[in-house]
């Protein structure tokens, strides 16, 4: 048994997701604590914009990711006439794309758990002589941990899911783009039932793992 179909395309997924979800950690819990503390024109446009990957196709992700970071977008002609560098078919390209799908599900969770802190203790930090930015990380963010944790934990099986937009922007290479899902599509296609099945399990098997972990995190946050 050739082990390297099932190892390369689960450590590439792994890679990708994982990469894709500290990004979208990272952009999205600020993001998720600026709307969720402050009024401003554009507000609910903002929020919107963050939202909107959830229920769009993958394949408008994917061609806007085209037209933005493809070798003459808007951004991908600057980055790679000045530096040389290409995200179109490689798995950067496939971090892109996993994390813009994934996004929402962390901006969203991150946002509703802010939402559920007394502001009341945010206010009495503020009059112990905390600034904004110590509020927001020994108040506001530890109070808020749990709800974080689990939508990053859904938007890294989100990410590892991921099948359309990254099909669009970095291909489908064996042993360089191609990541779980699109091994399956890739099996399927050639009528590698064993493959396929093999690779649907553990996929399934994964996801389900993060599932029912999340959603012991939020049981037992609301306790």
Known sequence: ????????PLLLTLQVAGLATIFVAMTGVPLAYLIS?????????????????????PT?????????WGRHGWLGHWL????????MFTWQG???????????????SAR???????????????TLGLGEGAVFWWVSLPLALRGIVAGTMLAFARAMGEFGATLMIAGNLPGKT?????????????????????????????????????GKILTFSLK
């Open 94 to 108: 496939a971090v892109l794309a996993s994390a813009l799908v994934s996004f929402p599900l962390i901006f969203k």
């Open 112 to 126: 509703a758990a802010f939402e559920e802190v007394d502001r009341n203790l945010e206010n009495v930090a503020r």
């Open 178 to 214: 191609q990541t779980l899902s699109l091994a399956i599509y890739a099996a399927v296609q050639a009528g590698n039932d064993t493959l396929a099945l093999t690779l649907v399990a553990l996929t399934s098997s994964a996801c389900i793992l993060i599932l029912v972990t999340s």
């Open 37 to 57: 503390r402050r009024k401003f024109w554009g507000r609910e446009w903002l929020d919107a914009f963050c939202t909107l990957p959830l229920v769009l196709p």
């Open 60 to 68: 408008v992700l994917g061609y806007y990711l085209i037209v933005v």
């Open 80 to 87: 790679y006439q000045v530096w040389g560098i290409s995200l």
């Open 1 to 8: 048994m050739n082990y390297s179909l099932y190892s390369k």
